[in-house]
């Protein structure tokens, strides 16, 4: 491996999880780690007191996809300030290798390593369909990783172990677990209230993440309905909750989804509508095609989607998950990254 290792990207907790995978990694086998991400979105809240980067720089960066002309260009002026900057600590700490998980904080680090000489680029694309900022930078990298690109050398989804430990293969439905991504997905946790008292009456356990601005509404309407739901906002014991359910109705971020794939957690996918490319759609589509989910679309959610789901056979589809994704990628993915030289 050249030089010293960067890892770039964020955003949301989809990138950030495989950012974390991979700093976690590195750790393990003792490499240090430089992370660069942006002040804007999340990435401060995972990495800021991480004790496992040897340094975390985050930069004054936005994105430019779905901005007004004057937006865009702000933007893109702030990215190449930022680009500059990186250039500075990659000279400073001798950085030999980037690699990049996506996302508006990625784009400085990854124009950086494409200008310094001698820089390796590795990108990890989570997605169905490529993100504009790997779509430009992809052809400089020297190997980029997807379970979605038939030419990638490692096709398992960096999970963490904590979703394989917790596995198991679900008989019926006693709890249903309601999950909208990083940010939550009010059309998620409105479909979830919607069905709520037929799912009390029956018997069935709620799980509901909510995400932070709707958690408030969403406690007081079970409150009002009676219900004893296990409603939250965002965990970081998720593996926990996921365990205890037998059915996920959730939106198709791929971390979220590759996760419940692990732990052979059967899954309705409502894919966010306004997702680059429907790439969540995709994302899905990808399991579905194998048999191994139901997708949704968020305009067609209704009391007799639910009906068809607890009639349906949740116990081969469970089995079927076992084998859908490795537990050693991320692993594979430094193995190559650290050959390389
Ligand atoms: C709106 C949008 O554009 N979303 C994108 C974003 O989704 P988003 O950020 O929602 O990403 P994912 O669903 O892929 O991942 C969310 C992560 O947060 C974790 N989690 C979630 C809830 C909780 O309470 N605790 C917790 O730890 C999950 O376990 C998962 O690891 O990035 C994904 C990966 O690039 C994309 O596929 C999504 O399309």
Not at 64 to 85: A, C
Not at 141 to 158: N, Q, T, W
Request: with cysteine; aromatic share 10%.
């Amino acid at each position: 491996m050249k030089g010293r290792v960067v890892v770039t990207g964020g955003g949301t907790g989809g990138h950030l999880k495989v950012a974390k995978a991979f700093v976690e990694e590195f750790h393990k086998r003792g490499i240090p780690v430089i992370f660069i991400g942006s002040k804007n979105g999340q990435d401060e809240a995972w990495f800021k007191d991480d004790r496992k980067v040897k340094k975390a720089f985050f930069l004054d960066t936005k994105g430019v996809v779905n901005k007004n002309l004057w937006g865009k260009i702000k933007s893109l002026f702030q990215i190449l300030k930022e680009t500059n900057r990186c250039m500075d600590i990659f000279d400073k700490a001798e950085v030999g290798t980037v690699i990049s998980v996506g996302g508006f904080s990625a784009a400085p680090a990854t124009f950086a390593s494409i200008l310094s000489m001698g820089c390796d680029l590795f990108i990890h694309e989570q997605n169905s369909k490529m993100g504009k900022l790997n779509e430009l930078t992809s052809r400089f990298a020297k190997e980029i990783f997807s379970s979605y690109l038939p030419s990638s050398l490692v096709k398992d989804y960096p999970v963490s172990s904590e979703f394989f430990d917790n596995a198991r293969v679900r008989e019926r439905i006693n709890a249903i677990i309601f999950l909208g991504g990083s940010q939550g997905a009010v059309a998620i946790n409105n479909f979830a209230l919607s069905v709520a008292s037929k799912l009390d009456s029956l018997g069935i356990k709620i799980i509901h993440q909510t995400g932070r601005v709707d958690y408030e509404r969403v406690k007081k309407e079970y409150e009002k309905l009676n219900i004893n739901a296990d409603v939250f906002d965002f965990t970081p014991d998720i593996a926990k909750k996921m365990s205890q359910a037998d059915f996920a109705i959730s939106r198709s971020g791929a971390s979220t989804l590759w996760e419940l794939s692990a732990n052979s957690l059967p899954a309705m996918f409502v894919p966010f509508p306004h997702a680059a490319q429907d790439h969540q759609y995709y994302n899905a589509k990808f399991l579905k095609d194998k048999g191994l989910c139901f997708i949704c679309r968020e305009k067609n959610l209704s009391v007799e989607v639910l009906d068809k789901i607890l009639a349906s056979d949740i116990n081969s589809m469970s089995k079927g998950l076992i084998d859908s994704v490795g537990c050693d990628a991320i692993e594979s993915i430094v193995d190559i990254i650290v050959e390389n030289n």
